[in-house]
Structures are given as C-alpha cells and as structure tokens.
C-alpha cells in the first residue's frame, strides 16, 4: 500500500455515467446524448483496449433469406441449456436487425460476397449462417472503430473506484484519471466493463479483463446471477508455457470446415452431438478437455488445411500463427480451451436495469437472461449493441433525480495476490470442477485475503473547494505512481471478490449445466433449473440469496428504441 488517503483534485456532473468504453458502452452514450442527456464516459484503458476490440466471428444476427427470429431464439435457447429467460432472447433477438443498421450508419462496414449481399456464417449452435462479419476476422475491431470514429467524448485512463448510493439509489462515482482523483455527481450510471477473463492464468481477454464491474455492481448493493457459468472458449490458440491473454481460434474457422483431432488424428467430437464440431461451445469444450485427459496432453489440433483463401478470411488467425511459427495452410493449429466470456453477471432486465434504481448494466458484465447457461456464439455484440441503445434510452427516467454526494466513507479493497488466486481459480474453477476443489478453493480465498490485508483507504474531500472539472482524453494518460497503485488494488480487489462470488455460486450448483461441468454432478437436475443470486452480506463477503436460486425479479417491460 503507497497510501492510506486521497484528495480530489477534480468535480464532474452528469446525467448519466457510462463506465467502459466498448460496444455497450459506446453505444449507450451516443443513444443518451442524441436524446439531450449530459453523458461522462470513463474508460479505464485507451481507446482500443475492450473486449469488444478483440471479437474475431461477427454478430449473429437473422438473415433475411432462410432465417427468422423463431430460429435463432430457438438456437439460443437450446445453447442456454434451460436457463434463458424466453422474453428476453426474443427482445433482444428482435433488436439485432435495427441494432446493425444504426451501426452501419455510423459507418461500419461488413464483409460482402460476390453476390454483393453482405456475407454470412455459420458458427457452433447455429442452425444457418445468420452471423455477420468485418475484416474477415476483425468485427470487433471494425465494430470499435466506427463506434470511436463517432467522435463521443471520453475520459480513456480513468478507472472507477466506486458507486456512491443513496436513499433514491446512484447518487454517482468516485474515480481516477490522469487528473487525479474526481467525484462525478450523477443519477444514473451504466456499468459496461466487460468480462473477467484475468481470473484465470490463460484467458482470450485483455488486462484491463479484472471483473471490475462484477465488485463494483455487488459494493453498490446489486444482485448478481450465474456467475458459474463461464465459458472457455473450445479453440485458443497454444502454445507451451502460454499466460495471460492468448489469441482465438474463431469458431467461423470450424464453420467454414475445419475440424478438431487429437495427437493421433482422430476426432475430437465424434458421437458427441449431433452437429459435431459445430456444437455449442460448452460441448466442444468438455469433449477436448475430456479427450487431452484420456490421453494426458495439453492440447489437441484444429486442422483448417482444406480451407480455401483461408489467409485472406482468417488474417487476423493467421497472423497470429506465424508469429507462433505455425502456418494454418499447411500445419496442424494447436489448441486448448482458456476462460473467455462470463454467461452470468449483473442482474438486470432486457433494457438494463439493475436491482438497484439508477444503476444500469449492458454488455458481457450484465446477466440479461440472453446467455443462460452458456452463450450462443457470436451473440455478445448483439447483445452490447442492442441493450446498450436501450440504456441509452431509459436512463432519462433518472432525469431531476439529482441527490449531489455531500459524503463519502472510506474505501476498502481487500485482496488476494493476483498470481496465487489465478492459480487458485485454474485449478479448482476452470472448465470440468468438483465440490471437493470448490471448498478447498473457497477456504484457500480466505488465507489469501488474510496474507494480503488492506487498510483502508480515506477520501480527503472538502465541499465547495474549488476544483477543476475533468477534459476529455484521446488516449490513456500516465496515473500518478500511488494513484496506479490504488488502481492495481481495486483490480486485484474486484478479482478477490468476483471470484469469491463465482466459487460460492458454483459449489451450491451441485449439477451439469450449460458452461457448468460439475464431474462429482455429471447429469442437469431439473430442480435447480433456475439462476443462482449473489449479493454482499453486510460482513463483506458474498453470499447466497435465500437458498441461492430465485426466479427473476418482475421487471417492467423493454424499451425498443424507435428507427431513427
């Protein structure tokens, strides 16, 4: 710890805090301000460090020949494993058409065929080729610059330390940019962080991946639901001694007709399910974890050889590959599931809302009932792109709900060191679990938060002192050095607690479900076809909700944004 206090340098106010600088986010805060609010979005990386820049397949979204609605909510529901909530798949599903238009019109730029009709694939637990794509195997990046290229204003390398809440809910943010320390007034904030990734040794996401918003969320007094449910990507990219973020082997490699063998050539998922390679990715995980068990490797292969063109319609894989010394046209790909996406996460209806009034969640970090057990793919930027206009549009209702911060208490991060507690998780939490490991894991949590105690830490704030208010920032600044410390705490804080919440909501799921392998549980019981709900109790530590499953809470019913 560098120190135990904070001054804030600097005030903001707003009618609408967006946290994240990705498809939800973005997309959220060009909604808002198109409807007058005022909108102050923080990003805690630059301008290209989301999740959202590194989604390679596209977004699944319903053809115009060949498809419908019925269709791909069907599939999403068979993905979900019995855990999608039906009215919210449709919703959002029936937003996706209206959603790609408005991202066109912004700019984007999707890939065509010869035809000239925009080109589409087919990915795992996908019944047709319904998903679009930019750049070959570069939506996310495409989907990122047309969003940037919006020209919206926002602070990159600020990063947010915590939701000040009142008797009417947000009241708004304390958080730390190159600037300093600042306190933004505000009645309505949107959580779009993104995922969790950096809980794990080896995941698909970025750095910044460290579940901030999942910590953020429960300190605030939200509900969080089915955080067990965490998908491993089937296809990363391995290689020997491997850590942190790792490159994807997209699944629109196996839609295009590449298939998976083990070091001795044979099928990976032969007799598994009916759609083989292409099933959803819960299978296809198991099936490889399965298969390197029985034959006691690291890995198995993704042989694309009989792919025409694939340089051109991979460039991003195959840019990867031959930095790992691996040419896809004539060598076996090597790979192995890592963590890549979070099914569950905060609470809230198909329009954003949280349990918490003024609080609002969009993007991989909330848990809209779209996912279920395990995501469909290519279903996330839907879903950003989709729930993010809609916070954009309901978050006026917070509007002359103003109630300033006048006080601000200390802040604590208690925390795991980030190396032991991603051992920890790895090996207890990843892709095939048992109740054995869970409580070895929950009780080794509390060792390791008792090894690493943090004092708290005291806000030195002064009404009506004269403050500057914060400039929008292109790239992400230098933080002062004991202001990144306190920023590499609250991470390694939102890590302990995320996956504290995870451990406690997988050991009482004592089934086989979706993204959920349990092998002590091998079979789905249908009693516990329903979401696990976490909350913080009032010691700090996150606990189970009633006998921790619950139906979803009545929400009222989604705002469709009109065209426009």
């Not at 609408?16 to 990003?43: D, E, M, N, P, Q």
């Not at 802040?411 to 869970?438: I, N």
């Given at each position: 710890m560098v120190n135990t206090s904070i001054s804030i340098t600097w005030e903001a106010t707003a009618d609408l805090v967006v946290v994240g600088g990705g498809v939800a986010g973005l997309t959220a805060a060009r909604t808002a301000s198109r409807r007058g609010l005022r909108v102050l979005t923080l990003s805690k990386g630059g301008p290209t460090d989301t999740s959202t820049q590194y989604a390679q397949g596209g977004i699944a979204v319903v053809a115009p020949h060949g498809d419908s609605v019925?269709?791909?909510?069907?599939?999403?529901?068979?993905?979900?494993?019995?855990?999608?909530?039906?009215?919210?798949?449709?919703?959002?599903?029936?937003?996706?058409?209206?959603?790609?238009?408005?991202l066109t019109d912004l700019g984007a730029v999707f890939?065509?065929?010869?035809?000239?009709?925009?080109?589409?694939?087919?990915?795992?637990?996908?019944?047709t080729r319904r998903i679009i794509h930019a750049g070959g195997d570069a939506t996310g990046a495409e989907v990122q610059r047309a969003l940037n290229a919006a020209g919206l204003p926002v602070i990159f390398g600020a990063a947010v330390l915590d939701i000040v809440t009142g008797p009417e809910g947000v009241r708004g943010v304390i958080a730390v940019s190159e600037q300093g320390f600042g306190i933004v007034h505000a009645p309505a904030v949107l959580l779009a962080t993104g995922g969790l990734g950096q809980l794990y040794a080896c995941s698909t996401n970025p750095a910044g991946a460290t579940a901030d918003g999942i910590a953020l969320a429960l300190r605030a007094g939200a509900l969080v639901s089915d955080l067990e449910f965490l998908q491993f990507h089937p296809t990363v990219l391995f290689t020997p001694g491997g850590l942190g973020r790792r490159p994807l082997i997209s699944e629109a490699v196996r839609g295009e007709g590449a298939i998976l063998v083990d070091s001795e050539g044979n099928s990976v998922t032969a007799g598994v399910h009916p759609?083989?390679?292409?099933?959803?990715?819960?299978?296809?995980?198991?099936?490889?974890?399965?298969?390197?068990?029985?034959?006691?490797?690291?890995?198995?292969?993704?042989?694309?050889?009989?792919?025409?063109?694939?340089?051109?319609?991979?460039?991003?894989?195959?840019?990867?590959?031959?930095?790992?010394?691996?040419?896809?046209?004539?060598d076996l790909i090597p790979v192995a599931p890592a963590a890549h996406y979070q099914?569950?996460?905060?609470?809230?209806?198909?329009?954003?809302?949280?349990?918490?009034?003024?609080?609002?969640?969009?993007?991989?970090?909330a848990r809209t009932g779209l996912h279920g057990a395990n995501r469909l793919a290519s279903n996330s930027l839907l879903e950003g792109l989709v729930v993010g206009e809609r916070v954009g549009v309901v978050a006026a209702e917070r509007q002359g709900m103003s109630a300033p911060i006048t006080e601000v208490g200390p802040l604590r991060f208690p925390r795991a060191d980030r190396k032991l507690l991603q051992e920890l998780m790895t090996e207890h939490a990843a892709v095939v679990r048992d109740g054995d490991g869970l409580r070895t894991a929950i009780l080794r949590m509390v060792g390791l938060i008792a090894d690493n105690a943090a004092p708290d830490i005291t806000v030195e704030w002064a009404l009506n002192r004269p403050t500057t208010d914060p400039e929008p920032v292109n790239e992400a600044g230098a933080w002062s050095d004991s202001a990144a410390a306190i920023v590499r705490e609250l991470e390694d804080s939102a890590l302990t607690l995320t996956a504290r919440a995870l451990?406690?909501?997988?050991?009482?799921?004592?089934?086989?479900?979706?993204?959920?392998?349990?092998s002590d549980c091998p079979e789905p019981q249908e009693d516990l076809r329903r979401s696990t709900a976490v909350r913080l109790g009032s010691d700090g530590r996150p606990k189970l909700v009633s006998d921790g499953f619950e139906p979803a809470p009545s929400w009222g019913r989604a705002v469709v944004p009109a065209a426009s």
């Amino acid at each position: 710890m560098v120190n135990t206090s904070i001054s804030i340098t600097w005030e903001a106010t707003a009618d609408l805090v967006v946290v994240g600088g990705g498809v939800a986010g973005l997309t959220a805060a060009r909604t808002a301000s198109r409807r007058g609010l005022r909108v102050l979005t923080l990003s805690k990386g630059g301008p290209t460090d989301t999740s959202t820049q590194y989604a390679q397949g596209g977004i699944a979204v319903v053809a115009p020949h060949g498809d419908s609605v019925e269709s791909h909510v069907q599939d999403t529901v068979i993905a979900g494993a019995g855990l999608c909530d039906a009215d919210a798949v449709r919703s959002i599903v029936e937003g996706g058409q209206h959603a790609v238009a408005a991202l066109t019109d912004l700019g984007a730029v999707f890939d065509h065929g010869r035809d000239g009709e925009v080109s589409r694939t087919r990915e795992g637990g996908h019944s047709t080729r319904r998903i679009i794509h930019a750049g070959g195997d570069a939506t996310g990046a495409e989907v990122q610059r047309a969003l940037n290229a919006a020209g919206l204003p926002v602070i990159f390398g600020a990063a947010v330390l915590d939701i000040v809440t009142g008797p009417e809910g947000v009241r708004g943010v304390i958080a730390v940019s190159e600037q300093g320390f600042g306190i933004v007034h505000a009645p309505a904030v949107l959580l779009a962080t993104g995922g969790l990734g950096q809980l794990y040794a080896c995941s698909t996401n970025p750095a910044g991946a460290t579940a901030d918003g999942i910590a953020l969320a429960l300190r605030a007094g939200a509900l969080v639901s089915d955080l067990e449910f965490l998908q491993f990507h089937p296809t990363v990219l391995f290689t020997p001694g491997g850590l942190g973020r790792r490159p994807l082997i997209s699944e629109a490699v196996r839609g295009e007709g590449a298939i998976l063998v083990d070091s001795e050539g044979n099928s990976v998922t032969a007799g598994v399910h009916p759609r083989g390679d292409l099933a959803p990715r819960d299978v296809v995980s198991r099936a490889i974890a399965a298969r390197m068990s029985e034959l006691g490797t690291d890995h198995v292969y993704l042989d694309g050889r009989a792919i025409d063109g694939f340089p051109q319609r991979f460039p991003t894989i195959t840019a990867s590959c031959l930095a790992a010394g691996i040419d896809p046209t004539v060598d076996l790909i090597p790979v192995a599931p890592a963590a890549h996406y979070q099914c569950g996460g905060i609470r809230t209806d198909p329009s954003g809302r949280t349990t918490v009034p003024g609080l609002y969640a969009a993007g991989e970090v909330a848990r809209t009932g779209l996912h279920g057990a395990n995501r469909l793919a290519s279903n996330s930027l839907l879903e950003g792109l989709v729930v993010g206009e809609r916070v954009g549009v309901v978050a006026a209702e917070r509007q002359g709900m103003s109630a300033p911060i006048t006080e601000v208490g200390p802040l604590r991060f208690p925390r795991a060191d980030r190396k032991l507690l991603q051992e920890l998780m790895t090996e207890h939490a990843a892709v095939v679990r048992d109740g054995d490991g869970l409580r070895t894991a929950i009780l080794r949590m509390v060792g390791l938060i008792a090894d690493n105690a943090a004092p708290d830490i005291t806000v030195e704030w002064a009404l009506n002192r004269p403050t500057t208010d914060p400039e929008p920032v292109n790239e992400a600044g230098a933080w002062s050095d004991s202001a990144a410390a306190i920023v590499r705490e609250l991470e390694d804080s939102a890590l302990t607690l995320t996956a504290r919440a995870l451990l406690v909501a997988a050991a009482a799921r004592t089934e086989t479900r979706g993204c959920h392998t349990r092998s002590d549980c091998p079979e789905p019981q249908e009693d516990l076809r329903r979401s696990t709900a976490v909350r913080l109790g009032s010691d700090g530590r996150p606990k189970l909700v009633s006998d921790g499953f619950e139906p979803a809470p009545s929400w009222g019913r989604a705002v469709v944004p009109a065209a426009s």
